[in-house]
């Protein structure tokens, strides 16, 4: 059992070290950081510094004070609350222990009651410093409840929604979503208060915003959190069910979102031909555009992480199905052959392994000659395991129960790319088993390239991963050995004791 001690205890203690013993304030903090821990007490949550401010209070509880008196003024000296506020988040910012602390002193009510008071002003006379005021107080929440999302109640659901829905300011929007974020993180009750509030509306919404792509960058973000079950306080989470309602409103705005900004959708590039602004009208149209152009590196991050959004939406077969109809195996194809960024390449393996599990879906993507792709990924970034056991998952996942597949990747050099990659990275787990998988579903169905593992001697590193993971996945490790018609002892999962069953 953990112990635990109050931020008053700790610092009686090094006071006392301070006054009776007569040490150094560096002293004293060293010798009662060993005193509990060898006591076995939790101190991840004490801030043990000793960082006092004014008189015996810590410099957070002073921040928290000022704050709370400037905002009790009818009128109050925006500056003064600004500057309080840029104190309080660098103090936030410095570990979880500073957070509690201010969270124990009531500093996530008052800025709930400052960010509440000014968004009626801004929804009443939407002005820049009023907007500038509200983002200061928003980033100032975001720095508090970072690993502390238990603060949120629900006047801050209803400040969030209430943001979403009357806001057009991309500032505001981004800032909102940054915190709606950290309200999401591993806490099961927020991430379902939200939903109550029908946030998958909002998010649909802000995926269409065109104004800033990092608008949509911050929504795709926070719709990934709603996807997840990572809040161990709960046994059922409802990742399933948001990720439902989520992909049936957000999927199609998010194909249309990557084919915007991959700048692919040929349609569009014809109807540009033929609807030619003839050489005179064209001066005021450079200038819209050039007001309108969205700068490189944003492209790619909206790139990058709406595949990895549509990746976690895709929980049912038939959304499989609803991404290929909108062409997404023709978007990726170009994706993966224009983009240079590895974590691009990364997350549109992620995407084409998920997509593969519908079997027309994998059809369609081996049509699209996405096989050499995938092989070109696997030896480019060879080094990154991470990247490698994706770019495998594809090969298991499109040669699955398809021996036209596995034919097309031989015939694409797979067969040495995998090799490569399990003698890269042998100690690797997910690379070595996406890579017995991989080998498996190649030579399943298609005995007839057999010869070509054992020339690359297959048998012999499959052997050595079994040294090492049997625990963890022998079976597959035999069941790519026994495809490969090497010699290998297959073990009963279970025997029967040889007694009769009762009538």
């Known amino acids: 059992m953990v112990r635990v001690i109050t931020q008053e205890t700790y610092d009686d203690v090094v006071k006392e070290n301070i006054e009776e013993f007569d040490m150094t304030p560096e002293e004293a903090v060293k010798e009662a950081i060993a005193q509990f821990q060898a006591q076995g007490v939790d101190l991840s949550n004490i801030i043990k510094d000793l960082a006092l401010g004014s008189g015996e209070e810590h410099a957070v509880t002073t921040i928290v004070n000022k704050l709370r008196n400037l905002c009790s003024a009818t009128e109050y000296d925006n500056e003064a609350v600004l500057q309080e506020l840029d104190a309080l988040k660098t103090e936030c910012k410095k570990d979880i222990a500073h957070r509690v602390r201010a969270g124990k002193e009531g500093a996530y009510t008052i800025l709930i009651d400052l960010l509440e008071a000014r968004q009626k002003i801004y929804l009443q006379n939407a002005s820049e410093a009023d907007g500038r005021f509200i983002v200061s107080v928003l980033n100032t929440l975001t720095s508090l409840m ?22 057009d300011s991309s500032e505001v929007l981004i800032s909102t979503l940054k915190w709606t974020y950290h309200c999401c993180t591993k806490h099961e009750m927020n991430r379902q208060g939200l939903f109550g509030k029908n946030i998958s509306k909002n998010l649909k919404t802000l995926l269409q915003y065109r104004k800033d792509v990092k608008v949509a960058v911050a929504a795709m973000r926070v719709i990934r959190k709603f996807t997840v079950d990572d809040d161990v306080r709960v046994q059922f989470g409802k990742a399933h069910e948001h990720a439902k309602v989520l992909a049936t409103t957000s999927l199609l705005p998010l194909v249309i979102l990557l084919k915007e900004n991959s700048d692919v959708n040929e349609d569009d590039k014809q109807n540009d031909k033929d609807n030619a602004i003839p050489e005179g009208d064209k001066t005021q149209d450079k200038q819209n555009d050039e007001e309108n152009t969205i700068p490189e590196g944003d492209k790619e991050e909206a790139i990058a992480e709406a595949l990895k959004t549509i990746s976690s939406l895709l929980v049912r077969y038939e959304l499989c199905s609803l991404v290929a109809d909108n062409g997404i195996s023709l978007l990726l194809f170009t994706i993966l052959l224009k983009y240079k960024r590895e974590d691009i390449a990364q997350h549109a393996c992620t995407l084409i392994a998920a997509l593969a599990g519908n079997d027309d879906v994998k059809r369609k993507l081996m049509q699209a000659f996405i096989a ?12 990154n ?4 056991s994706q770019a495998l998952k594809c090969i298991s996942t499109l040669t699955l129960r ?3 597949h596995a034919k097309q990747f031989f015939s694409c050099d797979a067969a040495e790319a995998i090799i490569s990659s399990m003698k890269m990275h042998p100690d ?7 890579a017995c998988w991989a080998i498996r579903n190649m030579v399943a169905r298609y005995r007839d390239e057999n010869s070509k593992f054992h020339e690359l001697g297959a048998e012999e590193l499959l052997n050595d991963a079994y040294k090492k993971f049997s625990d963890d996945f022998g079976f597959d490790i035999k069941s790519a050995l026994r495809d490969l018609e090497c010699d290998v002892k297959l073990e009963e999962q279970w025997k029967g004791k040889g007694k009769e069953i009762e009538k």
Do not use: C, F, R
């Open 385 to 388: 395991p991470k990247t490698v």
């Open 402 to 404: 398809e021996a036209s």
């Open 372 to 383: 050499p792709l995938i092989i070109s990924i696997l030896n480019k970034y060879i080094h």
């Open 428 to 434: 690797d787990a997910t690379v070595q088993k996406n």
């Open 146 to 167: 970072n690993m502390q999302p238990d603060l949120l109640e629900a006047k801050g659901i209803d400040l969030i929604i209430s943001l979403l829905d009357n806001t």
